[in-house]
């Protein structure tokens, strides 16, 4: 049962445009959620969060929306770069006093074309 | 500040056989993390330590998959027998502590092939 789902497993998106990038979840529990982004050969490296008090959450070029009623959530990254190709992993967690498991969505590959 | 360093990075043998993989994670880390990425999907976690203690080892497949972090800092993770399909990238990550939302730092992962 997959309950982070990323239906896109690919995104080709212009130098200097808009990516948006989806995510969608099943397990209303979830509360906090988060992106991660993963280079060839390395591991993934946390890029933001949000938690599910919030529907937006800003960092530099990245933003990412939460929409709680559609369990949904985007990242948008303006403008994209070209260090910004890479694969992109929605998370989400519960509280759970401490113990907050992390699942993962299979990811989306992102191709900035210069 | 050194990240998670895992060794080795590529590996490959025959079902059957026996592997092992180490991490070291970020000094000071009290949160040890390892994580199960089969290609084409996200990383699912097989176990969780906090210190030296095991805090959640409910995915793991306990019949022939076994992890140890022996004075609460390097952890090993071992599979015996290896069955085909136990190829895939096997993560470790790291985090200052348990409680709270503490970000994951993962390390480079071993990629395992069983042929």
């Known amino acids: 049962d997959q309950q982070v789902k990323q239906n896109s497993p690919s995104l080709s998106v212009q130098e200097g445009r808009i990516s948006i990038l989806n995510c969608d979840y099943t397990n209303s529990m979830f509360d906090y959620f988060l992106w991660y982004k993963k280079y060839p050969a390395e591991g993934p490296t946390f890029l933001i969060s949000?938690?599910?008090?919030?529907d937006k959450n800003e960092d530099g070029r990245f933003t990412v929306f939460l929409n709680k009623s559609a369990k949904h959530l985007s990242l948008h990254i303006v403008p994209s770069q070209p260090g910004d190709s890479a694969v992109y992993f929605c998370?989400?967690?519960?509280?759970?006093?401490?113990?907050?498991?992390?699942?993962f969505g299979t990811g989306t590959r992102l191709t900035i074309i210069p | 500040e050194a990240g998670v360093a895992q060794s080795p990075r590529y590996k490959i043998i025959e079902k059957r056989q026996s592997v092992a993989f180490w991490c070291n994670p970020i000094s000071g880390h009290a949160t040890l993390y390892w994580y199960q990425q089969i290609l084409g999907q996200g990383p699912k976690l097989l176990i969780q330590?906090?210190?030296?203690?095991?805090?959640?080892d409910s995915q793991l497949p306990k019949d022939r998959f076994s992890a140890e972090r022996l004075k609460g800092v390097d952890s090993t993770l071992k599979i015996q027998p290896a069955k085909l399909e136990d190829s895939a990238v096997y993560l470790c990550?790291?985090?200052?502590?348990?409680?709270?939302?503490?970000?994951?730092?993962f390390g480079p992962g071993t990629r395992l092939l069983v042929l």
């Open positions: 998370a989400a967690s519960v509280t759970n006093f401490g113990n907050e498991k992390l699942t």
């Open positions: 330590f906090q210190n030296n203690g095991v805090v959640d």
């Open positions: 990550a790291s985090s200052l502590d348990l409680a709270g939302r503490e970000t994951q730092y």
């Open positions: 949000i938690s599910s008090i919030k």
